[in-house]
């Protein structure tokens, strides 16, 4: 009956350690993760991904497709079951051993029964049972950062194929005005009204306009492709709407105030290796414990001959420390516990050096964000009001007006590049905050037109 009660002491949890993954997740990206088991659950999970399709993604709701929809999240919360299976079966002793032998000879039959348990197994159970207890807590950190860097790329994506969508549509814009003037300086030329440099200039300019679309418009592709994949979304899905700009700055930066002490107590990675570390600090208390008796075994045995009376006894099975006397178990247990606990003093002083650049990287693209939107791109619409004016007048050539046209747009192109900057550093900075170390980000070019030609006269 105690051997029964022990084998069945552990059980499996309700929601498998996924409520504490939910939560850790909502704290950084104010949504929760939900593990299909079924195929009821799939099917609610792609019945809601159907639902957010219907309109232009924002950033949030791609997040979300992104949470219910991509297949390699799933495949690694999986991990989750088999980190709580390991602590299960921590909780519960190994199946007994039963073994059988009988003998005959000069009319004489011999048998021998004997049933064994593993006594060192439940000696080290509560302790074994901790181990494994840290090591699942440290799966459920593990699943909650895999959710949250997926949300991390599929922000980073998303702005990136926002912005590069933003950059083709204002460098066609360049490129319709170059095939204007490339056409105009053609029959100028040819009427004799032009010379033949100036209209060659203006040809090579269309000339690389007309590449720099091409790029940008593979860009645009590749950008999209990865923000789909990251959705998990195949055949119709993917043909998903993106909005036509990405979203306005805001109208003042984030506080960000004890920054180095909130990336220390709330970075992922950081809970990762501490949890890791103790984990290692108690299987070397486990080790220690264990050095000189690696198997101890003890059970029932009984032996009956022919003709004669069953004899009942006990048997215990012990490893001899002869030859191996468990110190260099101990001692790599030792090294290895060393080994992370300088790795979380290391990955500490990282943390805050990457909290503090990150900071300033946000504040510099927020600055120049800031700096297009309310300086540059205004003031060149003044020149081009001007220069509009200037050309009713007859005061200059429509030349230089389509010249003036291609800078202005050539300066809301790069205004749109800040302004996407700026919000691939904020997700940096939210990263090394809360996450871990931020992602180089992958973007686009900044794809500005090329110089505008000297214009004709």
């Not at 709407?241 to 960000?256: A, G």
Request: charged share 25%; with cysteine; glycine share 6%.
């Amino acid at each position: 009956m105690t051997m029964a009660a022990l084998a069945g002491c552990a059980s499996f949890s309700d929601d498998g350690g996924l409520k504490q993954v939910s939560e850790l997740t909502r704290e950084r990206i104010a949504q929760p993760v939900v593990l299909q088991r079924d195929a009821a659950q799939t099917e609610t999970a792609q019945a809601r991904v159907s639902e957010l399709l219907k309109a232009p993604l924002d950033v949030d709701a791609a997040v979300e497709v992104a949470l219910l929809s991509n297949r390699d999240l799933q495949a690694q919360l999986a991990n989750l079951g088999i980190a709580e299976a390991d602590l299960v079966r921590a909780g519960r002793l190994r199946n007994p051993g039963v073994s059988f032998g009988r003998l005959s000879g000069n009319g004489v039959v011999e048998y021998d029964r004997t049933v064994m348990f593993d006594l060192l197994g439940l000696l080290t159970m509560p302790m074994a049972r901790q181990i494994e207890q840290q090591r699942f807590e440290r799966a459920q950190l593990q699943a909650a950062q895999d959710a949250v860097t997926l949300a991390i790329n599929t922000r980073r994506a998303y702005f990136n194929a926002v912005g590069a969508q933003e950059q083709l549509r204002y460098l066609q814009q360049v490129k319709e005005t170059a095939d204007i003037a490339n056409e105009l300086a053609k029959r100028m030329a040819q009427a004799g009204n032009f010379n033949r440099l100036t209209q060659m200039r203006e040809q090579a300019f269309y000339a690389d306009t007309t590449a720099q679309v091409a790029r940008i418009q593979q860009q645009s592709l590749a950008d999209r492709e990865r923000l789909t994949r990251l959705l998990g979304l195949t055949g119709a899905r993917a043909k998903f709407q993106l909005p036509d700009r990405l979203p306005e700055l805001p109208k003042q930066t984030l506080e960000v105030r004890g920054a180095e002490q909130t990336a220390m107590e709330k970075r992922l990675d950081i809970q990762i290796a501490r949890r890791q570390t103790d984990a290692l600090a108690r299987a070397l208390g486990l080790t220690q414990s264990t050095r000189m008796v690696n198997v101890l075994e003890v059970g029932y045995q009984n032996k009956s001959e022919t003709g004669l009376q069953r004899a009942n006894g006990y048997e215990i099975s012990l490893e001899l420390p002869i030859f191996d006397f468990g110190t260099a178990r101990v001692a790599r247990a030792e090294a290895t516990y060393l080994q992370a606990m300088n790795r979380v003093a290391a990955l500490g002083v990282q943390a805050q050096s990457e909290v503090r650049e990150s900071h300033a990287a946000y504040r510099t693209a927020y600055d120049l964000a800031r700096y297009y939107r309310d300086e540059v791109v205004p003031l060149r619409k003044r020149i081009s009001e001007e220069n509009l004016l200037r050309y009713n007048g007859m005061l200059i050539s429509v030349f230089e007006l389509l010249a003036d046209a291609r800078e202005q747009v050539a300066s809301v192109n790069n205004a749109v590049v800040s302004l996407r900057d700026f919000w691939i550093a904020q997700i940096n900075l939210d990263t090394a905050l809360t996450v871990g170390s931020p992602i180089p980000a992958t973007v686009s070019p900044t794809s500005s037109p090329v110089a505008a030609p000297t214009p004709g006269h």
